[in-house]
């Protein structure tokens, strides 16, 4: 019913940028938060940024001032600038959507299928 497509990874050198897009598609009604994780090769998948549909942000610590998350609301997308990349901020990033379908009007949590960056000299 609700697609989201991530696209923008890549392998970058050290202190280079990215920008990771995600697109939420299908049968949408109203779509409340969006948010971008990440897991890296044997740790757990962690939050790194959300922001809500009012446009409030939040950030882990570890890449406060470094990613802006922001979002363009008629195309149903969100994006996660990311500079001063970093050889930690190698994961796997997924898109993560908190959407209300049309068809039913319930809510759910929706995933991309993931997109890799790698940051490495």
């Known amino acids: 019913q609700v697609q989201l497509v991530e696209s923008g990874g890549g392998l970058v050198q050290p202190g280079g940028s990215l920008r990771l897009s995600c697109a939420a598609s299908?049968?949408?009604?109203?779509?409340?938060?969006m948010g971008w994780y990440r897991q890296a090769p044997g740790n757990q998948r962690e939050l790194v940024a959300t922001?809500?549909?009012?446009?409030?942000?939040n950030y882990i610590d570890s890449v406060k001032g470094r990613f802006t998350i922001s979002r363009d609301r008629a195309k149903n997308t969100v994006y996660l600038q990311m500079n001063s990349l970093k050889p930690e901020d190698t994961a796997v990033y997924y898109c993560?959507?908190?959407?209300?379908?049309?068809?039913?009007?319930?809510?759910?949590?929706?995933w991309g299928q993931g997109t890799q960056v790698t940051v490495s000299s």
């Open positions: 993560n959507a908190g959407v209300v379908v049309r068809t039913s009007l319930t809510g759910g949590d929706y």
């Open positions: 299908g049968s949408i009604f109203s779509i409340y938060a």
């Open positions: 922001i809500s549909g009012a446009g409030t942000t």
